[in-house]
């Protein structure tokens, strides 16, 4: 998720109009849960370039041919980071498992997969066990 000055307006008049409703003063703390909304995009955008980050890493180790052991661990890496992304957006692990199966299935009914059909198939079967 991209922070623009849209977001940041929205953000800011939702915050006006709550202030208005309760009836809140200047120099009144705010709420806890404000701090949640601010700390969770802050979380998210963390997540967004640790996941950047670690996209880079894994490139550089396969380009210069990184043992299968340092390969496995960013992938590790990478997929600890889109599951805790994936909960910071609200969708559950079984809801992301479910949703990758599906476009899996879809891709394998639509498209001209077959040379990936197999890779597919395997990574289909394993989120269906899940």
């Known amino acids: 998720m991209q922070i623009t000055v ?3 307006m929205v953000l ?4 006006l109009l709550h202030k208005q409703k309760t009836g809140r003063k200047e120099g009144d ?3 806890e849960k404000s701090f949640d909304v601010a700390r969770n995009i802050r979380m998210t955008q963390e997540l967004q370039c640790q996941m950047l980050s670690q996209v880079a890493d894994l ?3 396969m380009h210069n041919n990184a043992s299968k052991a340092e ?3 960013l992938l590790a890496k990478l997929e600890i980071s889109l599951r805790l992304l994936a909960g910071r957006l609200g969708i559950s692990q079984d809801g992301l498992s479910r949703k990758a199966a599906m476009t899996l299935k879809a891709a394998l009914v639509q498209e ?3 040379a990936w059909k197999s890779d597919l198939l395997t990574v ?3 989120l269906e066990e899940t």
Do not use: G, N
């Open 112 to 114: 001209d997969v077959s």
């Open 71 to 73: 390969q496995t661990e």
């Open 124 to 126: 289909l079967h394993e």
């Open 29 to 31: 703390t705010v709420p």
């Open 12 to 15: 800011w008049y939702t915050i």
């Open 59 to 61: 490139f550089t180790a």
């Open 6 to 8: 849209e977001k940041i």
